[in-house]
């Protein structure tokens, strides 16, 4: 079945530590998206990608990096520069057209001890 | 203020019941997204929409440009309904996963 696979569900790590984020897609959507969810919060835009080899910033890109070296996967790296990186990450694609809905991955819960 | 506000921010019905979610947006768009979150987190895409109404089952998704106000209505609600619903706005010139997240309408359905 075509959708999108993120892993790890669950992830515990020390604080300084850099953690990889995975996000698959089979749908060949040339656009992915990493959001950000914080308890009584909206979604925030992390990094976008609109085709292989090239990503932008989105609202909060400050302590993440991403790559896009294949139109399937787009994996996020939470680095020791991210001052509060405990949260739930979501990643979504879509294909680039007016009417191209989201498709959304079940997400990843990263808590920093 | 968030540029995009929705209410109530919590809502409690019987099994049977109409609902309606409120979205109230400050910003130029290109388009306005109803998506569902499930207790476990994964979003699922309910309408995107940028006039008039959509239906999908017992969804109803409206939108009024000029006022800049989308309801979300469910008939017959189940408590298998219960979920997070967000509005999202699309910004005006903004590429499509560039959103502004509403914070969510938690809904619960009682049996």
């Known amino acids: 079945d075509g959708g999108i696979t993120q892993s790890p569900k669950y992830l515990f790590r020390k604080e300084g530590q850099n953690v990889t984020l995975s996000c698959e897609q089979n749908?060949?959507?040339?656009?992915m998206y990493w959001y950000r969810q914080d308890p009584g919060q909206g979604l925030r835009l992390i990094y976008y990608?609109?085709?292989?080899?090239?990503?932008q910033k989105g609202d909060i890109a400050e302590g993440y990096s991403v790559s896009r070296e294949k139109k399937e996967s787009f994996p996020l790296t939470v680095t020791s520069a991210q001052k509060n990186p405990t949260a739930f990450y979501l990643c979504?694609?879509?294909?680039?057209?007016?009417?191209?809905?989201?498709?959304f991955g079940e997400g990843s819960r990263l808590t920093v001890l | 203020k968030n540029e995009v506000e929705q209410s109530p921010q919590n809502l409690t019905a019987q099994e049977g019941e109409f609902i309606t979610i409120n979205c109230s947006y400050s910003?130029?768009?290109?388009?306005l997204h109803w998506l569902q979150q499930h207790p476990g987190g994964g979003i699922v895409s309910l309408f995107m929409?940028?006039?008039g109404k959509k239906k999908h089952g017992r969804l109803i998704a409206t939108i009024n440009i000029q006022e800049k106000h989308s309801s979300l209505h469910i008939t017959a609600s189940h408590p298998r309904d219960s979920a997070v619903y967000i509005c999202?706005?699309?910004?005006?010139?903004?590429?499509?996963?560039?959103?502004?997240f509403g914070k969510g309408t938690k809904l619960s359905v009682k049996p």
């Open positions: 990608s609109q085709i292989v080899n090239d990503f």
């Open positions: 929409l940028s006039s």
């Open positions: 749908l060949n959507h040339d656009a």
């Open positions: 979504a694609s879509s294909v680039i057209r007016l009417t191209g809905e989201l498709f």
């Open positions: 910003v130029g768009i290109s388009a």
């Open positions: 999202a706005a699309g910004k005006d010139g903004g590429s499509q996963g560039n959103l502004i």
